[in-house]
Structures are given as structure tokens and as C-alpha cells.
């Protein structure tokens, strides 16, 4: 990853660190990435909700894990950012797992 993905992925995770996306629901957490994201000047594309397996989950509340695709700006790069869902005193929390990116 070259250092401008490093420091754009660098300033996404902080915003993830700083304001923890938590919700009463798995489905309100794609939300709540999704405006985080936003905020970083990405574009959300496709989410995904996988199971324990990372294979597509029956439905959000069965679901471990959640894969973001984005779009930064004009870059024709698809970003990817993957979370762990953690499940704690009736509340669910997005857990930062990595980033890459897919160079075209």
C-alpha cells in the first residue's frame, strides 16, 4: 500500500477509534460504518455481512464479520475495509480488522 492509501486508511481507523460504531442491531452498524466512512471522503459501495466462515451470512444478526467496498474521490481503486462484530450487554460493536486496496 503506498504511503497516501496508508495515511487516507491511517485517518478512517481513527475516526473508527475516535466515535466506535455501536447499535442495537448488526443492520444499523452498516449504517453507522457507511457515515464514518462518509466522513472520511469514501463512498461506500457494497457491504457485507459474513459469517464465521467469512462467507455471506444468512442475515445481519447471524453475521461475524462486516466488508466494506469504497471509492475515494476519482480513483478508480476499490478500498476495503473489514470489521469484526462484537455482541456485548444487548449491544453490538464494530471492531476495526484491516484495510486493503484493489489497484485497477
Known amino acids: ?15 473508527f477509534d475516535k466515535e466506535p460504531c455501536v447499535a442495537d442491531s448488526p443492520g444499523q452498524l452498516g449504517d453507522c460504518a457507511k457515515s464514518r466512512l462518509a466522513s472520511a471522503g469514501f463512498e461506500a459501495r457494497e457491504l457485507a455481512y459474513l459469517d464465521a466462515n467469512v462467507d455471506p451470512a ?7 464479520f462486516l466488508r466494506i467496498e469504497a471509492k475515494y474521490g476519482e480513483s478508480p481503486d476499490k478500498h476495503i475495509f473489514t470489521f ?21
Do not use: F, N
Request: glycine share 4%; charged share 30%; aromatic share 4%.
Open 1 to 15: 500500500m503506498s504511503a497516501e492509501i496508508s495515511l487516507l486508511h491511517g485517518r478512517v481507523k481513527e475516526a
Open 58 to 64: 444468512d442475515s445481519p444478526e447471524r453475521a461475524r
Open 84 to 104: 469484526a462484530i462484537l455482541k456485548s450487554a444487548g449491544k453490538y460493536k464494530l471492531l476495526w480488522l484491516q484495510s486493503a486496496v484493489a489497484t485497477k
